[in-house]
């Protein structure tokens, strides 16, 4: 629940002023609970563990009517751990958002460290932006539908709906000089909403994604020399000159039941760019994959939310400098239970299993690696169990 700061004029930089009609937002997500992985690199494990269901966080939102028609907007939000205090997404003080913009009739434009267009669209009918969190994401969240990457330098425009459709586009400045399209990155996407349909595409290009995408979460400055991934699933090919995601999703609300698809390509394109990454395999050439997801969710009751979920994510072969590398496939399943004790506050119960088999990208047999555990398996299965306490504010 958001509560909305009316500052007098002590504090006239947060102030709510009648000529202006400006108004201050703070609003917040306290997410934690306790996590048992059966499979991290060996080991059971047992671990508190913040931000699954809903990424904990803090954040400030402001509006100032500018008259006809527009309006001046922000957004400022930090993310955090309360299991030990520290700052989320690499220790930046506001990793994930941070932008200013103006809102008109037609839509906003705006500027700073923002979404992708597919988080936007497409990203809410995967069930891991629902009722499964983060863990629930496709493997390694490698088509970054559950936003695990930020765009930094962005400039975004979102319509307004018409008639149940919506729009958006946006680019980010590599900020290199001399070469325009380095680290250049640009999203497109849409969707449409009316009665009980709801759809969602999106596109995303990320050049040079090793450092400009996938590192950018840092108070410092990524390295190409670097992989700026943990996950085998993909680090072997951040290599990759392009890093490309087209994505499409749909729900449909049947009285108490919503049943939901999602499907996403991913292209690792130009790999063996080493001024982008490390590559330890001798990879060339293009990587793929295509994931799809089947959902169905059920509400019980008001209060009490039933989920589950198969993704199937496959990889396709991939020349390396030992020869051919066949890529590997990952079978998951995800059950979610979700009790609201209040509007604010709500328990949940989580469970995923994913079972890998072929090569991944590290040119090694694939061993599970259920996304946001700080190990993958050391074998080709791997279950985590969690059980969480959300309050927002």
Not at 376 to 390: C, E, F, K, T
Request: net charge neutral; with cysteine.
């Amino acid at each position: 629940m958001k509560k909305t700061l009316a500052l007098g004029a002590a504090c006239m930089t947060l102030s709510t002023m009648s000529h202006a009609q400006s108004s201050v937002t703070l609003y917040g997500v306290i997410d934690e609970g306790l996590t048992f992985n059966t499979n991290m690199n060996g080991n059971r494990s047992y671990a508190m563990q913040s931000g699954v269901l809903s990424g904990s966080r803090w954040g400030l939102k402001g509006v100032e009517d500018l008259g006809g028609g527009l309006k001046a907007i922000f957004t400022l939000e930090n993310g955090f751990d309360p299991s030990t205090g520290k700052l989320g997404q690499g220790g930046l003080e506001f990793g994930r958002q941070a932008f200013v913009g103006v809102s008109s009739p037609f839509g906003t434009i705006t500027l700073g460290r923002q979404y992708d267009l597919s988080v936007d669209f497409v990203g809410p009918l995967e069930v891991g932006a629902q009722w499964a969190g983060n863990i629930g994401a496709h493997p390694a969240d490698l088509d970054n539908l559950n936003n695990a990457y930020r765009t930094n330098n962005a400039v975004k425009f979102k319509s307004i709906v018409y008639g149940g459709f919506s729009f958006g586009a946006m680019y980010s400045l590599g900020g290199v000089a001399g070469d325009t399209t380095r680290n250049q990155i640009w999203s497109l996407g849409a969707g449409y909403a009316s009665g009980p349909l709801t759809l969602g595409v999106g596109y995303i290009n990320a050049r040079n994604p090793n450092v400009s995408f996938f590192g950018n979460s840092t108070s410092g400055t990524p390295s190409a020399t670097t992989a700026n991934s943990v996950y085998p699933v993909f680090s072997g090919y951040l290599s990759a000159h392009t890093y490309q995601v087209i994505s499409a999703g749909a729900a449909y609300n049947i009285g108490a039941v919503t049943v939901g698809a999602t499907y996403s390509n991913i292209a690792f394109k130009g790999l063996g760019n080493t001024s982008s990454g490390p590559n330890p395999s001798g990879y060339s050439g293009n990587a793929t994959f295509n994931s799809a997801e089947l959902s169905l969710k059920y509400q019980l009751t008001p209060a009490l939310l039933i989920g589950a979920a198969y993704s199937y994510t496959d990889g396709g072969s991939v020349t390396s400098a030992s020869g051919r590398n066949e890529g590997a496939t990952y079978h998951q399943g995800d059950i979610g239970f979700d009790y609201f004790l209040s509007k604010r506050t709500d328990i949940s119960l989580l469970g995923i299993y994913q079972k890998a088999s072929g090569t991944d990208s590290r040119n090694r047999a694939a061993v599970a690696s259920i996304n946001n555990q700080s190990s993958p398996s050391s074998n080709d299965h791997q279950a985590v169990v969690r059980i969480g306490l959300r309050h927002e504010f």
